[in-house]
């Protein structure tokens, strides 16, 4: 299969807070580029919906970003090891610290 990724993804992960029907979750990032965002987490938001994220960064650092959600799947608990769960956000917001948080990693 063809890779269409525009950019490298970063394994890194961060502590991230959002919202879904008004109720606050949790996840980590599993990867972060300057374009989206995976999030694990086990409350998954429906795909098409738009989100703010606030990312948890070192040195106790928040980063608001926004975007639309891509794709939300669940995998079954034999291969959680293996594929994570969770979603991804496609950036549509993101202060230009974002960029250049990223370029630091």
């Known amino acids: 299969m063809d890779e269409r990724r525009g950019f490298a ?4 992960r961060f502590l ?10 949790t996840g980590f990032t599993y990867d972060v580029s300057p374009t989206g965002i995976f999030v ?4 998954l938001p429906d ?6 994220a606030n990312l948890h ?3 106790g650092k928040r980063m608001a ?3 639309k959600v891509m794709r939300s799947f669940r995998v079954p608990s034999a291969l959680s090891r293996l594929v994570p769960s969770g979603f991804s956000i496609r950036l549509s917001e ?3 610290d974002y960029f250049q948080f ?3 990693l």
């Open 9 to 12: 993804r970063k394994k890194r």
């Open 16 to 25: 991230v807070e959002f919202s879904v029907k008004g109720t606050s979750y």
């Open 40 to 43: 694990r987490a086990s409350r």
């Open 47 to 52: 795909p098409g919906m738009l989100l703010t």
């Open 57 to 59: 960064l070192p040195e």
């Open 65 to 67: 970003v926004t975007g």
């Open 94 to 96: 993101s202060p230009a």
């Open 102 to 104: 990223l370029a630091t």
